[in-house]
C-alpha cells in the first residue's frame, strides 16, 4: 500500500512537499498520480508522473503552482505546492498506475495510499 506524508496546516501563500512511498513494493515502473478530495466534493485529478519522470500533466488548477517529481532509486514521487491557496484543502491520495503511460482517470489507478490531510488557512 502507497503511503504518503507531508500534509499539515499551512498559511495561504505558503510552500508544502508531500511525499508517497510505498515501502513493500516497487512502483517504479508505473505511472504515479495524485488526487484530492476536499470535504464534500468528488475526488480530484491533482497530478501525474510517467514511471521514467519524463511526462506529466497537471490539472488547471494546479498548473504553475504545483511541481510533481519522482526519485526512482528511492522509491518516491514528490509533491511540491507552492503559493497554495484555502481551495488546496483537501486530502491528498497518490496512486500508482495500472502501467507506466499517464492519465487523469482515477480508475486507471489500482494502487491507493491512505491520504494525508492538507488543511490552508486564509
Known amino acids: 500500500q502507497l503511503q504518503a506524508f507531508g500534509g499539515g496546516l499551512v498559511q495561504t501563500g505558503a510552500f508544502l512537499e508531500l511525499s508517497c512511498k510505498n515501502p513493500?513494493?516497487?512502483?517504479?515502473?508505473?505511472?504515479v498520480g495524485w488526487f484530492r478530495q476536499a470535504p464534500g466534493e468528488e475526488r480530484e485529478f491533482v497530478a501525474t508522473i510517467s514511471w521514467r519522470g519524463d511526462t506529466t500533466r497537471y490539472s488547471e488548477i494546479v498548473k504553475g503552482r504545483f511541481t510533481i517529481s519522482r526519485d526512482n532509486a528511492k522509491n518516491t514521487v514528490y509533491l511540491r505546492m507552492n503559493k497554495v491557496q484555502p481551495e488546496d484543502t483537501a486530502v491528498y491520495y497518490c496512486?500508482?498506475?495500472?502501467?507506466?503511460?499517464?492519465?487523469?482517470?482515477?480508475?486507471?489507478?489500482?494502487?491507493w495510499g491512505q491520504g494525508t490531510l492538507v488543511t490552508v488557512s486564509s
Open positions: 513493500r513494493r516497487t512502483f517504479t515502473n508505473n505511472a
Open positions: 496512486a500508482a498506475g495500472r502501467g507506466s503511460w499517464i492519465t487523469s482517470n482515477a480508475q486507471d489507478y489500482p494502487y
